[in-house]
C-alpha cells in the first residue's frame, strides 16, 4: 500500500494525517501459541464461529472455508473486543489523500492515472534474501517501501517518462525501469513488476485510448454488479487483479489491489472525482503483509507453532499454500469483526467502513522491525 506525495513536496498522507491520534496502547507481541490454541490446530477441542454481519462482498463471503478449517492461522475474538474498547475513541476519519506532485496537470483524471498505474506495481518491496526494504530519499524527505516506489514515480513524471500512457507502460524495457526505481537496493521483483506493467499498458492501449480513467468511465459507479462493477471487472480483464486463492477445493477471493486502487482514487476526491462508489462499504480490508503484522502484535490473530518459527526465520512462506491462504484470509475476518466492535461503541455519525480500521493498522505497523512473512507474489 503506497502513500501520495502532496504538493509542494510537503507530506500530508497517512502518516502525519494519523499523527494526531491518540497514543497507541501497545499489547506485547504474541511470541507462543497458547495451549488452546494449539488444541484446536489438533483437532482436540473446537472453539465456536463468529461470522461478521454480511456486508454485500463477495470476498468476505468467500472466507468461510478457509476460517472454519484453519491449521494454522487463529483468531480471537475476546481480543477484537479488547483492541475496539480503546481504538473505536481514536479519530479513524475518513482520508482524503492530497495530489500526487508528480501530476503537473490539475486534472482529476490524470490523478487517477497516476494512483491506478502505481498501484498495479504496488508489490513486495522488501529483498527476499537481505530483507532490506526499497528507501528513496526525494524531496527532502525520506521515503520506505510502497512510499518510496511512489516517489519514484513522482521522479520519473517530473522527468518527462509518460507513466501514465499505456502506450509507453506496455512496451518500456527493463532498463529504463532499473534507471527508474535506482536506488538504496535494486527494486525487489522488477521482472515481475515489468510484467505487470506490459500487460496492464497493453490492455489499456487497446481498449482504453492507454489511460485508466478511460476504462473507469465505463464501468458503473459500484465495486459490484453481478459482473460489471469496478472491482469485478478489473479482475476480468487485467489479469494481475484477479487475487483468487485455492483452499481444499474452494475459491478464496482477496481482490486486494483492485480494491485498494479504487479506494485510494475514491479517497482522494470522495465527492466529485472521477471515482465514485455508490457501495463503497462494500470494501474489506486490503490483505498484504502488514496487515497481518498488526493483527499478530495485537494478539488478534496468532498462529500455530510452525508458522510462528518459519515467519520468524523468515522462510518463505509459497504463494497459495494453505498457511499463506489462511494468514491473508484471517486478516480479512479479524478485520471484519474489528469494524463491527468499534462501531458498537462509537455514535451513529462517527461510524466506520473496514478500509478505516485497515488504514489505522497500515499506518502504524508498516515501518515495523516485526518480520512480516515472506510470499513472492504480485497479489500484494
Known amino acids: 500500500m503506497y502513500r501520495v506525495l502532496a504538493q ?9 494525517f494519523l499523527k494526531a491520534l491518540s497514543a497507541l496502547s501497545l499489547v506485547a507481541p504474541v511470541h507462543r501459541v497458547p495451549s488452546f490454541v494449539r488444541a484446536i490446530a489438533s483437532g482436540e477441542g473446537s472453539a465456536p464461529l463468529r461470522w461478521p454481519k454480511p456486508i454485500g462482498s463477495p470476498v468476505l463471503e468467500s472466507l468461510r472455508p478457509a476460517i472454519e478449517h484453519s491449521r494454522d492461522v487463529f483468531t480471537h475474538v475476546d481480543k477484537i473486543v479488547e483492541v475496539a474498547g480503546w481504538m473505536a475513541y481514536e479519530e479513524l476519519a475518513m482520508p482524503v489523500y492530497p495530489v500526487p506532485t508528480g501530476v503537473k496537470s490539475t486534472d482529476p483524471n490524470d490523478v487517477v492515472d497516476l494512483i491506478l498505474v502505481a498501484n498495479s506495481i504496488d508489490t513486495a518491496f522488501t529483498d ?18 510502497s512510499d518510496a516506489m511512489f516517489a519514484c514515480l513522482n521522479r520519473a ?27 538504496n537496493i535494486p527494486m525487489p521483483m522488477l521482472d515481475e513488476k515489468l510484467e505487470v506493467l506490459h500487460q496492464v499498458g497493453s490492455v489499456l492501449a487497446e481498449k482504453y485510448d ?26 476480468k480483464e487485467f489479469p494481475r487483479f484477479n487475487d483468487v486463492s485455492p483452499y481444499d477445493g474452494n475459491e478464496i477471493k482477496f481482490y486486494k489491489l483492485a480494491q485498494l486502487g479504487l479506494w485510494f482514487a475514491y479517497a482522494t476526491y470522495p465527492k466529485s472525482g472521477p471515482v465514485q462508489l455508490n457501495d463503497v462499504d462494500k470494501m474489506t480490508t486490503f490483505p498484504d503483509y502488514i496487515v497481518p503484522v498488526a493483527l499478530r502484535l495485537l494478539g488478534i490473530n496468532s498462529y500455530s507453532p510452525a508458522l510462528e518459527k518459519a515467519i520468524d526465520s523468515y522462510q518463505m512462506i509459497p504463494r497459495n499454500s494453505t ?6 484470509a484471517h486478516s480479512v475476518y479479524a478485520t471484519a469483526l474489528l469494524r463491527e466492535e468499534i462501531n458498537k461503541i462509537r455514535p451513529a455519525d462517527v461510524q466506520v467502513i473496514i478500509p478505516q480500521v485497515n488504514e489505522r493498522l497500515w499506518t502504524h505497523y508498516h515501518t515495523t522491525f516485526w518480520p512480516h512473512h515472506l510470499t513472492r507474489t504480485i497479489m500484494y
Not at 128 to 145: A, I, N, P
Not at 159 to 178: I, Y
Not at 211 to 235: Q, T, W
Open 128 to 145: 527476499f534474501t537481505t530483507h532490506v526494504k526499497f528507501q528513496v530519499d526525494y524531496e527532502g524527505q525520506h521515503w520506505s517501501d
Open 210 to 235: 492507454g489511460r485508466f480513467h478511460n476504462f473507469i468511465k465505463s464501468c458503473p459507479p459500484l465495486l459490484y454488479d453481478r459482473g460489471n462493477g469496478l472491482v469485478e471487472r478489473m479482475a
Open 323 to 328: 498457511q499463506e491462504v489462511e494468514i491473508r
Open 157 to 183: 513524471m517530473n522527468d518527462g517518462v509518460p507513466m501514465l500512457d499505456g502506450k509507453f507502460l506496455a512496451k518500456v524495457a527493463r532498463p529504463e525501469l532499473e534507471r527508474i526505481f535506482a536506488d
Open 8 to 16: 509542494g513536496g510537503a507530506m500530508n498522507g497517512r502518516r502525519d
